[in-house]
């Protein structure tokens, strides 16, 4: 599943390919791709307008829209887009809906397992991912959304008043819950976590005032550093104009049990936390003394 900088790539692609452009008309025969709205309403809604400006929060693509609504799209495990002028190329495989521009242009949404899913919100619900706010947006993607890592406003006095607050919680599940920092996935929690060297399994209560300084700028900096590459490309994920990321050639732990930690040379463990494989130095990571709950 794409994470912050795999989103961030192609809403930047998407942004030079549709800004300006003027939705005609809006189809799909996935009928759940709108859930729980109608498809047909969904359509109706969007015929006729502009698209503003294509931007990211958290895990979602955002279409901003005239007229103060913006189309959010959850692209889940196998979800992309492909732009094509419609008159010259025919969709491709496992296209699930398509925007045809007044220009003749057009935007599919491909997704072989049909995990994606599109919802039409006001505007102000999604907060622009650089003002990074606190705004909550549960219905209809079910995605709660927390600070945005690159925002002004993901300091590190709030991350030490947010580990805090959930003192309880394994720090590595904690940092994939969209509901406090937006964004952040499997991947990059397991690279910013060796970096900033805290065990995936230390609660969030037991990291020191040092660790949470560095876990700050560990978190920053992986996800600029991919941002730089156009992310990772794992099995599935490819950015909207089908080439590959350069990030999974940076990996340092993630996906590379048994090989060399690049600090100290032991050698990288894997574990399964809440039911995630997750990488980690035994050396430079050191194990919470007391167990938690998994
Ligand atoms: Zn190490």
Not at 141 to 168: I, N, Q, Y
Not at 239 to 249: A, E, K, N, T, Y
């Amino acid at each position: 599943m794409p994470e912050l900088p795999e989103v961030e790539t192609i809403a930047r692609q998407l942004a030079k390919l549709v800004t300006g452009r003027t939705i005609a008309s809006f189809a799909s025969d996935w009928e759940r791709l709108t859930e729980p709205e109608p498809v047909p309403l969904i359509a109706a809604r969007l015929a006729g307008r502009r698209i503003e400006a294509v931007r990211r929060r958290g895990k979602l693509v955002v279409f901003v829209l005239d007229g103060g609504d913006s189309l959010c799209t959850s692209l889940r495990m196998t979800g992309r887009f492909a732009f094509r002028d419609l008159g010259a190329a025919a969709p491709e495989r496992f296209t699930r809906a398509t925007f045809v521009f007044t220009d003749g242009a057009g935007l599919d949404f491909v997704d072989m397992r049909k995990l994606g899913r599109m919802a039409l919100v006001d505007s102000s619900e999604i907060a622009p991912a650089e003002s990074g706010g606190d705004r909550t947006l549960n219905a209809p993607l079910h995605l709660a959304m927390g600070r945005e890592p690159l925002g002004r406003s993901f300091t590190v006095a709030w991350l030490r008043a947010f580990l805090r607050r959930r003192r309880r919680a394994a720090i590595k599940p904690l940092l994939l819950d969209q509901r406090g920092i937006a964004g952040i996935g499997n991947i990059y929690a397991s690279e910013a976590l060796w970096r900033a060297r805290i065990h995936p399994l230390r609660t969030a209560g037991s990291v020191g005032p040092d660790e949470i300084a560095r876990l700050h700028e560990a978190i920053q900096w992986v996800l600029r550093k991919a941002i730089r590459l156009h992310g990772s490309t794992l099995r599935t994920y490819r950015d909207s104009s089908g080439r590959q990321g350069g990030m999974q050639h940076e990996f340092v732990v993630y996906d590379r049990a048994g090989g060399p930690c690049d600090r100290c040379g032991a050698s990288i463990r894997r574990t399964v936390i809440g039911g995630r494989g997750t990488f980690h130095c035994p050396q430079c990571q050191r194990a919470p003394r007391a167990r938690v709950k998994r």
